[in-house]
């Protein structure tokens, strides 16, 4: 049985979201929950809901939204001219996580990858989150390649 139903992420929803995103060590110090919320989060959110290779969903349990996550569908010429999920933004609020909505959030998302043509699903996952990196591991996820970001 289900333990939360998954929808399209609404413009309402966006306090809801910034504040799972801030619900973790990391977050708390790259994510601002003060209201109003920042214009960016708005814009952000607009673009990503503009583009039909992107979707923003949340998962809900008795009207209360505990998780979400975004897609990218990605192009590309490599492995002749594979799509790629590109799964990011994962979050469960803390009072819900080890109940296995994360495989359940995860199962969805690839689900989704798999109706869209997608041949590989990626995601990263900050090398100091191991309790994640063994999750994804666990859901076979491999990590086949050293990522690499520099803030601007």
């Known amino acids: 049985m289900p333990t939360a139903a998954a929808r399209l992420a609404l413009i309402d929803d966006l306090p809801a979201i910034v504040g799972l995103l ?16 920042h214009s ?6 607009e673009a990503i809901n503009d583009d039909p290779n992107q979707v923003f969903v949340v998962f809900e349990a ?3 939204i505990i998780g979400c996550l ?3 569908f990605i192009p590309g010429l490599s492995r002749q001219g594979a799509w790629r999920g590109q799964i990011e933004s994962v979050r ?19 689900d989704a990858c798999r109706e869209r043509g997608c041949r ?13 990196a063994e999750f994804y591991s666990a859901l076979g996820f491999v990590a086949s390649h050293e990522g690499f970001k520099k803030t601007i």
């Open 22 to 37: 801030a619900d973790d060590v990391l977050g708390r110090s790259r994510e601002n929950t003060a209201p109003p919320l």
């Open 92 to 110: 469960i609020s803390s009072e819900r996580r080890g109940a296995g909505l994360g495989q359940e959030m995860i199962s969805w998302a690839i």
């Open 62 to 64: 008795e009207g209360v």
């Open 70 to 72: 975004q897609l990218s």
């Open 40 to 45: 960016d989060y708005l814009a952000a959110f």
């Open 120 to 132: 590989i699903i990626q995601l990263t996952s900050d090398k100091t989150r191991q309790d994640a």
